[in-house]
């Protein structure tokens, strides 16, 4: 079983066929994405993901205003969607369950930039609070953090100890950096800024009782690269697979 997580930027925009062509070749199960929008081009990859047998979907988009990002889920079996209790106004949170082929609770989660909307460490501590009780289960959180460990995520100084302090906090609760606990002294990036500088954006948490299933977590880019960007989008993708 193969899932993606991917910050498409901005809707895929032009490079919407791009995206497609990768995640076809990807051959995912579960899918979730961030900076998914009500527009053409994200439409075609929704549709696109539709036609690779991913026909089990849910959004967030805000119909009231269609260039919003916001979240996809899709998978290849049934979902059902569990309330949304971090903040479902930013539509930043998707926690789907499925059955088959084992079962899994799956939560897409993309959160908030410092400067964004200034409820990041809000949206940190609910997170945690939330995925708590979920500690016992088998599971998966995985997306955007805007977030990682000063010293060890950041090409230079960016990350905050507070920052830092939210992964040994979600540890804590029985959720774990997957790519983290694999590449312990490790140094790879999943977006660059302007000047270059890299940072570890994005990443999967997942519980003990999921951790005999695991069978690689890994970033891919993509190809090809597109304008500036090293792939399709400027972020690098997450691709677990689990063993069924």
């Keep these: 079983m193969r899932l993606i997580s991917w910050n498409i930027c901005h809707g895929g925009g032009t490079r919407a066929p791009q ?6 070749a990807w051959a995912p ?17 929704q549709a696109a ?19 919003r990002d916001r979240l996809l889920f899709a998978s290849r079996t049934p979902i059902t969607i569990q309330p949304t209790a971090v903040y479902p106004e930013f539509g930043r949170w998707i926690h789907a369950t499925i ?7 799956l939560i897409k989660l993309w959160v908030p930039n410092r400067e ?14 939330t995925l708590s009780p979920l500690a016992g ?3 998966l959180a995985f997306g955007d953090t805007n977030t990682g460990v000063p010293g060890m995520d950041d090409e230079r100084p ?4 507070q920052e830092g302090q939210w992964f040994t906090n979600l540890s804590n609760t029985g959720w774990h950096d997957l790519w983290r606990q694999r590449n312990p002294d ?18 999967v948490f997942g519980t003990n009782a999921i951790e005999p299933f695991i069978e690689e977590v890994h970033y891919q880019w993509g190809t090809p690269p597109t304008g500036k960007f090293r792939g399709p989008s400027d972020h690098a993708a997450i691709v677990i697979d689990l063993a069924e």
């Design 99 to 105: 059955t088959e082929p084992l079962p899994l609770h």
């Design 137 to 139: 289960v088998s599971g």
């Design 116 to 129: 964004q909307t200034g409820i990041k460490y809000d949206f940190h501590r609910t997170v945690v609070e």
């Design 49 to 67: 993901l539709a036609e690779m047998g991913l026909t089990h979907q849910h959004s967030t988009i805000d119909p009231s205003d269609p260039t």
């Design 29 to 45: 199960d579960v899918v979730g994405l961030s900076e998914f929008r009500d527009t053409a081009p994200s439409r075609s990859i």
């Design 158 to 161: 960016f990350f905050n100890d």
């Design 186 to 203: 490790g140094r790879e990036y999943t977006w660059h800024s302007q000047t270059g500088t890299g940072f570890r954006l994005d990443q």
């Design 19 to 24: 995206i497609i062509q990768q995640l076809r």
